[in-house]
């Protein structure tokens, strides 16, 4: 069988290539095993190839999950949230409150979704672009996405916390494409009816996007540029939220 598997960011660039092929003699493989072919055929990225999971119509698969011709696959590398031409929004189909788009994001916009006239507290988190990190000063900023997965994992961030806190509302934008420096990358509006609420949703929210949304962003600067991933410790997207990490 042969698998077409799309690739994103720092392993794009790693093996040259937004998608490769795979040929396999049978006519199912498991993840990890198909990891290890990926690999074996493109040894230069073995070690990038090693960090990153395996997702399979859109969501992170186990490393028993068995994958056929019929599979959409993507290999994911850390993320974190590249260069997107177009000047679009993507939204997610069933659910308006997220949004992928390469256009400038409104603050107000976002708010103006979770806003309602029982709830008592909005917060809002707004993610800008630094000059400054130490001695490194920053051009700008380039953000790409794997969009249908990316909007879908947004939707099961807002699912979690109205789990964790019960009437909870949750809406997401981020940016992909060129974004200058002291420009809004991502917004995180949530609104609840009690502050404290508001203040453990928004922050699991970010950092769960971190975890889990494929969204990748490489730094430009005077001298170079570089993919950035998760910089939390290992980074395991199939693990669940826990509050007490945050």
Not at 120 to 146: C, K, N, P, W
């Amino acid at each position: 069988m042969m698998l077409t598997i799309f690739l994103f960011a720092g392993l794009a660039d790693r093996i040259g290539a937004s998608q490769i092929e795979i040929t396999y003699p049978q006519n199912a493989i498991t993840a990890d095993r198909l990891k290890q072919e990926i690999a074996k055929q493109y040894p230069d990225a073995a070690s990038l190839v090693s960090l990153s999971f395996l997702a399979v119509n859109q969501e992170y698969a186990a490393g028993g999950l068995l994958i056929t011709e019929q599979d959409e696959i993507a290999l994911i590398p850390p993320v974190s949230g590249g260069l997107e031409d177009q000047e679009q929004d993507f939204l997610d189909p069933e659910d308006q409150m997220y949004e992928i788009s390469s256009q400038p994001l409104s603050v107000s916009a976002v708010t103006q979704k979770v806003n309602t006239a029982n709830h008592g507290a909005s917060l809002v988190f707004v993610g800008t672009t630094r000059e400054m990190t130490g001695d490194q000063r920053t051009i700008h900023l380039e953000y790409e996405a794997y969009i249908p997965m990316a909007l879908s994992k947004m939707k099961q961030i807002g699912e979690e916390i109205a789990a964790k806190w019960p009437g909870t509302l949750c809406a997401i934008s981020h940016r992909i494409g060129k974004v200058d420096i002291a420009e809004i990358s991502v917004i995180i509006a949530v609104s609840t009816p009690h502050r404290d609420d508001s203040y453990a949703a928004s922050r699991y929210a970010i950092e769960r996007l971190k975890q889990i949304v494929p969204i990748w962003k490489k730094e430009v600067w005077e001298d170079g540029t570089e993919w950035k991933g998760h910089g939390q410790g290992p980074w395991n997207p199939a693990a669940p939220g826990q509050i007490s990490q945050l």
